[in-house]
């Protein structure tokens, strides 16, 4: 009979975005006997948690220093990545990554490596990033193959990754997580099954503000933009910050172009992500083509 699996519910909960509750499992999982390894693996994924949270101060002060654990000091890399939007800042911590990721005790350490992933895309080093998971050591491995193989639209690849999921652990979070990913990246002819599956995982496990962001894109790539707004105000509703994330801040301001919404209530989501993300991909990309246009229009301007 095997053994149960002691950390299931936290990583699960993790997967899940469910990053208050994981927290809590932690720390109720700290109480009981555990084996040094999943020990380990208890204090990472609560640091990941505050990551996730936005608790950069607390996982730079557990993780830095060159006495911790690699796969601790990565994850006070990545906590520095995300507080310091300047490009110097970050240019600091992928050397530090890079250096980190060379060292011979770093080599077999797969949570330094899936760190090292998170990192590498959030810099858009896509080649990097895919090196560091490719080989597919655990499901978290696989997992962020088949996102990496969809932004650079290979579906071929992204499958063979599910297919190796799915041989680790069917029914597993991940999983599921995956089949739902590439569904919606499939197209409207896919997007019903996407549906499917992350209602079925907010009815087992309950929404997060995650789980609610892929069904509202789910929802929009089947074009059913209504019940997409309806998932994104019960996202932003959510009391663990729904309100002020990227993701959901982002997909009110398609989901509201879509509906035709008045140009001020689109503004209004736009002006809250700038405010509070200014590095983020759609930010940097709305300023390029603002930037173009005003300079565009300068061209034809009346002069008296």
């Known amino acids: ?95 530090s990554l890079k250096v980190l990721l060379a060292s011979p005790e770093s080599a077999s350490n797969t949570t330094l490596q899936l760190t090292a992933c998170h990192i590498f895309l959030g810099a858009n080093l896509i080649r ?40 680790a652990d069917e029914d597993s979070v991940l999983a599921q997580l995956g089949s739902a990913q590439l569904a919606i990246a499939h197209g409207r002819s896919r997007s019903d099954d996407a549906v499917h599956i992350l209602s079925g995982l907010s009815e087992q496990y309950g929404p997060s503000v995650m789980l609610l962001n892929s069904l509202a894109v789910a929802n929009m790539v089947g074009g059913k933009y209504e019940a997409a707004e309806g998932n994104l105000r019960e996202a932003i509703g959510d009391e663990s910050g729904g309100a002020k994330d990227a993701d959901t801040l982002v997909n009110m301001v398609v989901c509201a172009q879509h509906l035709g919404k008045k140009s001020e209530e689109i503004e209004k989501y736009l002006s809250m992500l700038k405010a509070g993300h200014k590095g983020h991909p759609f930010v940097q ?8 246009f005003e300079r565009e229009s300068h061209k034809y301007q009346l002069r008296a």
């Open 285 to 292: 990309g709305l300023e390029q083509v603002e930037g173009a």
């Open 128 to 167: 990097e990033a895919l090196q560091c998971v490719h080989m597919g050591l655990t499901m978290e491995h696989l997992a962020m193959c088949i996102q990496i193989y969809i932004k650079i639209d290979r579906l071929d690849l992204a499958n063979d990754a599910l297919n190796l999921l799915k041989q």
């Open 1 to 95: 009979m095997a053994e149960p699996d002691e950390l299931y519910t936290l990583r699960a909960q993790y997967w899940l975005g469910h990053y208050n509750l994981a927290l809590d499992e932690g720390r109720q999982a700290a109480r009981r006997p555990m084996p040094p390894h999943l020990k380990t693996e208890r204090e990472e994924i609560m640091l990941r948690s505050q990551l996730a949270l936005g608790q950069y101060d607390l996982v730079v002060a557990e993780g830095g220093g060159s006495g911790k654990p690699p796969a601790l000091q990565a994850l006070a890399l990545h906590a520095k990545f995300l507080s310091n939007q300047s490009p110097d800042s970050r240019s600091a911590v992928i050397d």
